[in-house]
């Protein structure tokens, strides 16, 4: 059974066991709302953390509802500009476009990558609701609940805020609410981006498999997922480029020695199908290159550190921007409310004008995206 059947099994299973569990269990008593393809699960425990941080620290979080106004307000401009930018390039087919997909496992998303993704979604929800919590808190607007939740494959995240308390607010306290969790999160992008700079060496010293092709050369070596092959006869394998350049000078049928974070496998090259003349070893693309840790931790558990950060640094900052677009539902939506309140005495007539842009905007390109 391959990997997207299997996933489509596990989901399915896991909803109907969900569904099933909630109709003979008394989920509700325990903060839990389960009904088909949707899960939402009140936390009693994350809404004190919120108010016991709130209560320690306030000169930081006053600082940092200040702070995050600005960032807010940048992530919006930079959010619009770079999807313009973007949607330009992909249209005068200048080549300097960036594919923007929406996340789907088995589709747009490899399912070797989705441990790696679930991790830093969660941990990026928890950073952006408790940051929208503690400063709701901070400017005394009142928690009535937080959580998680679930819709089908996706993960969300909720701090319910009492919004009498919050219509009550001026524009400016409003601000600070709705682009805490944006902000908070593309400062812990920096944080994690910084230990990604201390804890890994910057120049890569060999390519991590992770596909490699059925019964090819490294298939049938037994070289595969996670293994790093560090040099091939002798020849450092440091980027992609060293790859392509010394598999250019073998032929089909030639026994190299392939140097592993597993120790050394002799293999003959098989010719490629696509290409009669030239030889491969059965890497399959994607594969990354393997940044040592300066922890001592080996191969394996450095790659896997690697990706933790590396994806959690990703979904942060992608967050951070994509939410501060001016879509209803976002929470740029709310705060370029507020913030046309202050600017303009028809905000509501600019409002809609920006909400139609960046619904286009985000439309246009994910369909670029997936012709490229």
């Known amino acids: 059974m391959s990997e997207e059947y299997l996933f489509i099994l596990l989901f399915l299973v896991f909803w109907l066991a969900t569904y099933i569990l909630s109709k ?20 009693n425990i994350f809404k004190r953390f ?8 306030r000169a930081l979080w006053r600082t940092l509802s200040i702070l995050s106004v600005f960032l807010g307000f940048m992530l919006m401009f930079f959010a619009m500009a770079f999807l313009s930018w973007n949607l330009f390039e992909a249209l ?35 950073i952006h609701e408790a940051a929208h919590g503690i400063l709701a808190l901070t400017e005394g607007v009142s928690i009535k609940s937080a959580g998680a939740m679930a819709l089908a494959i996706f993960i969300g995240g909720f701090v319910e805020v009492d919004e009498d308390d919050l219509n009550k607010m001026p524009a400016p306290s409003r601000m600070k609410i709705f682009s805490a ?38 298939d049938k070596a037994g070289i595969g997922r996670w ?17 392509v350049e010394f598999m250019s000078n073998v032929k089909p049928g030639d ?13 003959t090259v098989s010719r490629n ?7 491969i070893i059965g890497i399959m693309y994607p594969y990354m290159l393997y940044y040592p840790s300066r922890l001592g931790l080996g191969c394996f558990w450095d790659i896997q550190v690697y990706l933790v950060l590396n994806w959690l640094l990703l979904v942060l ?27 303009s005495s028809r905000s509501s007539y600019l409002k809609k004008f920006f909400n139609i842009f960046s619904i286009f905007l985000i439309v246009a390109n994910i369909t670029v995206g997936l012709r490229l």
């Open 24 to 43: 003979i269990l008394p989920l509700k008593k325990y903060g839990l709302e389960v009904k088909p393809l949707f899960l939402r699960y009140e936390s």
């Open 50 to 57: 919120i108010y016991k941080c709130s209560s320690r620290w």
């Open 92 to 126: 005068s087919l200048s080549g300097g476009k960036t594919a923007v997909m929406p996340v789907i496992p088995g589709l747009t998303l490899r399912l070797y990558w989705l441990p790696y993704f679930t991790i830093a979604v969660v941990a990026t929800l928890l």
């Open 181 to 218: 969790g944006s902000s908070s999160n593309i400062l812990s992008g920096l944080i994690v981006f910084l230990m990604l700079s201390a804890v890994f060496v910057q120049s890569p010293s060999g390519i991590v498999v992770l596909e490699v092709s059925n019964g090819g050369p490294l």
């Open 227 to 243: 293994d790093v092959i560090h040099a091939l006869n002798g020849t450092l394998m440091r980027s992609d480029r060293d790859l």
């Open 255 to 267: 026994r190299i020695v392939v140097s592993t974070s597993r120790g050394n496998f002799t293999i």
């Open 273 to 279: 199908p696509l290409d009669p003349d030239r030889a």
């Open 317 to 343: 900052v992608n967050l951070a921007v994509l939410n501060m677009l001016p879509i209803p539902l976002f929470d740029g939506d709310r705060f370029l409310q507020c913030l046309l309140e202050l600017l």
